[in-house]
């Protein structure tokens, strides 16, 4: 167990639709990283928050959006969504230190139907 | 930019023989190197990671890799694989706010 919970586990949804993914990070943890699993792309990282602060993004689409809110957890936000959003999608967190480990949570699984 | 290559998509080995997983990164400055495992409907536990200093880490469950810049590679080794260590492999490469990662590669143990 690293610490990192998510939920839900699974979602099942249609196109079109918005979801909400939720992360809370390991105790003492400010930094949190969202990536997406894909069976074509693979492990792309989406976007990472520390303290509350967007800190960098990757390869997230507009239609995606997240934040850390003050107790530090994180939401995922994904609108319109598509067939192709169909992913797991990880959170990750790690410490104030510069280079430090992502410890990942289990996932959640979203399917768009 | 970062990036990883995983040559070996599958990989299959014998109960209690030998494995090694390739790695190769491109990556500008003095990279920090990770090997995640993934066993099925589950998330990413890390293995081993290497930041500096000694270039062969020891990790758990038996694991352990070798940092070589003069090939940019990093390979993870286990002398002898149980059936539990079926899964599918990631190398990643890191900066301050990102984990690129490999096309991961596929473990499978025949008894």
């Known amino acids: 167990d690293s610490g990192v919970t998510q939920t839900p586990k699974h979602l099942i949804t249609a196109t079109g639709q918005r979801v909400t993914l939720r992360c809370s990070p390991r105790?003492?943890?400010?930094?949190v990283y969202w990536y997406q699993q894909s069976l074509d792309q693979g492990l792309q990282f989406l976007i990472q928050?520390?303290?509350?602060?967007?800190?960098a993004k990757g390869n997230i689409l507009e239609r995606f959006s997240a934040q850390q809110f003050p107790d530090l957890h994180s939401e995922l936000n994904l609108s319109s969504l598509e067939l192709g959003d169909s992913a797991l999608y990880f959170c990750a967190s790690s410490g104030t230190g510069a280079r430090e480990t992502q410890y990942f949570g289990p996932g959640t699984r979203l399917l768009v139907l | 930019a970062q990036s990883v290559t995983q040559p070996d998509i599958h990989i299959t080995v014998s109960e209690g023989a030998s494995l090694e997983l390739r790695c190769n990164y491109s990556?500008?400055?003095?990279?920090?190197l990770f090997w995640y495992v993934q066993s099925p409907g589950q998330g990413l536990q890390l293995l081993l990671k290497y930041f500096s200093g000694d270039t062969l880490v020891q990790g758990i469950k038996g694991f352990e890799a070798e940092f070589k810049r003069s090939q940019s590679s990093f390979n993870l080794r286990k002398p002898s694989v149980h059936w539990s260590d079926a899964a599918e492999y990631f190398c990643a490469v890191g900066n301050d706010y990102k984990l690129s990662f490999g096309a991961g590669t596929t473990v499978t143990v025949r008894a």
């Open positions: 990556y500008g400055a003095t990279p920090y």
């Open positions: 928050y520390y303290n509350g602060e967007e800190r």
């Open positions: 105790s003492g943890d400010l930094s």
